[in-house]
């Protein structure tokens, strides 16, 4: 396994209930779990993230008013976003936004994706993408 520089860890309510929905319909694998600790690491496409439900959730806040991780949001690169959505519309999971086409400029390149927000079920914003190519900026 290899292990990325930077992986978020997301503190959820129910490790059974994020687990579940990781799995069956964002499209992740469980790369290894801590029943004991309600902890599992994921992987979809490279992208890994950890879950972790904890009883010392003052620390971190999951009881207040709004969605966890306010003011941040996950980007995620995939092949093709259409099996993720055909996930989401049958387990009618609601998007935080339209499927849109933008085009984001790195220097004198622009690189396109196809992309939409949706929310796990803690609150967690994700940006699903697929890359659709580059032209100049």
Do not use: C
């Not at 093709?80 to 609601?94: D, N, P, T, Y």
């Not at 339209?98 to 992309?115: K, L, N, S, V």
């Amino acid at each position: 396994m290899e292990w990325n520089p930077l992986v978020p860890e997301l503190v959820v309510n129910s490790y059974a209930a994020s687990k579940k929905f990781y799995i069956e319909v964002f499209g992740f694998r469980l790369l290894f779990e801590r029943l004991e600790d309600n902890f599992g690491y994921f992987d979809i496409n490279g992208a890994q993230v950890m879950l972790l439900q904890t009883p010392g959730a003052e620390l971190y806040q999951i009881d207040r008013p709004g969605p966890n991780g306010k003011g941040l949001h996950f980007q995620v690169v995939l092949e093709s976003i259409a099996e993720l959505l055909a996930r989401l519309q049958a387990a009618s999971i609601v998007l935080a936004s339209p499927i849109t086409e933008e085009w984001y400029r790195a220097a004198d390149i622009a690189h396109g994706q196809r992309e939409f927000f949706v929310a796990d079920p803690d609150g967690y914003l994700y940006r699903f993408f697929e890359y659709i190519g580059e032209r100049a900026a």
